[in-house]
């Protein structure tokens, strides 16, 4: 079994799909307006609409509503990264950090709240 890819539900595609092409470098692929793809080659983050999963009703996941899950995106620099986004983060959390375990880390929430790790491995 393989991991496909990770899916986000929220109110605004077109705003959460900018904030990740941002973030990842990566154009996302549209297949139609309530839903984009970032692939990147360890894995593909998914963005839809509510109206993907209306058809669960009361199960329905909502936006902007996770406080469970961190996104993870493995860098080469956290702080080259940090500088390049500064303008696009709204709320960071943690700023450029490294770790009792020797990775070095920045903590943001996207437009919707949801946790994004940028992070680098100690060198060997």
Request: no cysteine.
């Given at each position: 079994?393989?991991l ?13 799909t ?14 139609s ?52 986004l ?39």
């Amino acid at each position: 079994m393989d991991l496909a890819s990770l899916r986000i539900i929220t109110r605004d595609v077109d705003r959460l799909t900018r904030f990740y092409e941002a973030v990842t470098g990566v154009t996302a692929t549209r297949p139609s307006p309530v839903f984009a793809e970032l692939r990147t080659t360890s894995g593909t983050l998914a963005i839809a609409s509510t109206a993907t999963v209306a058809m669960l009703g009361d199960s329905a996941p909502q936006p902007a509503s996770n406080n469970s899950i961190i996104i993870e995106f493995l860098v080469t620099d956290v702080d080259a990264e940090f500088a390049r986004l500064h303008d696009v983060l709204d709320d960071v959390a943690l700023p450029p950090t490294t770790m009792p375990w020797g990775n070095r880390s920045t903590l943001f929430r996207d437009p919707d709240g949801n946790l994004v790790n940028l992070f680098s491995r100690p060198a060997p």
